[in-house]
């Protein structure tokens, strides 16, 4: 199955800055995944990521605030911005068909 | 709107007891199901998956799962659960059609097994 590899893999971010989630696949996928866990909770869609077109978001995810590039088949980045506490997360990236996880990357805001 | 229901939100046992943990769905398309372990302090991990075939999977670590599409069930077993076991568990499905692809989570189990 398709390993995958985030960085980083904790932050702790200032509030009203962005940071920028790297998620790196070691073969080729059509699919891309962001997600976002929160303290104590399950996990929640943030967005689907496709090669060379615009990602789709899930109800309650705008572009603005979560950007997401997918520049080839390997590889995609999640931008958080302007951070609240309220964003503090763990962030996963996952992959079609295998749907195997990242090991994440837990943000927190002060 | 489609959801993935977990029923049991803390589970706790004995060692060497029998384990299962309710999933059910709602979405009358097809689906691909999974389960997924996320131990203290780790990452997700994917225990077993069920795309189509025997709806009987066999995952790692002993655990296995049961798609009854009738029951838009697909619940989680082990026969004998360990201390190791203790962790949070996770049923996800994947929602196909049409090209829409997507894997919605339920709420998760917390298990605890006592020695």
């Known amino acids: 199955s398709a390993v995958i590899s985030q960085k980083p893999s904790r932050d702790i971010c200032q509030r009203g800055t962005s940071l920028t989630i790297q998620c790196q696949v070691d073969?080729?996928?059509?699919?891309m995944f962001w997600y976002r866990q929160q303290p104590g909770q399950s996990l929640t869609l943030i967005a689907t990521a496709n090669q060379g077109s615009e990602a789709t978001y899930e109800s309650g995810f705008v572009i603005d605030k979560f950007p997401i590039s997918r520049p080839n088949l390997t590889f995609s980045t999640l931008t958080v911005s302007n951070m609240s506490p309220e964003d503090s997360s763990i962030y996963l990236c996952?992959?079609?068909?295998?749907?195997?996880f990242g090991s994440g990357t837990r943000l927190t805001v002060v | 709107a489609q959801s993935v229901s977990q029923h049991n939100h803390h589970v706790i046992l004995s060692e060497a007891a029998s384990l299962e943990l309710g999933c059910n769905y709602s979405?009358?398309?097809?689906?691909?199901l999974f389960w997924y372990v996320q131990y203290p302090g780790q990452h997700l991990q994917l225990l077993l998956k069920?795309?189509?075939?025997?709806?009987l999977v066999k995952g790692i670590k002993g655990f296995e799962a049961e798609f009854i599409k009738s029951k838009f069930s697909f619940n989680l077993r082990k026969p004998s659960v360990q201390w190791s076991d203790t962790a949070e568990y996770f049923c996800a499905v994947n929602l196909l059609s049409g090209g829409y692809n997507k894997l919605i989570f339920g709420a998760g189990t917390r298990l605890a097994v006592h020695p």
């Open positions: 979405y009358g398309g097809t689906v691909n």
């Open positions: 069920y795309f189509s075939g025997d709806p």
């Open positions: 073969s080729q996928v059509t699919m």
């Open positions: 996952s992959v079609d068909p295998t749907y195997t």
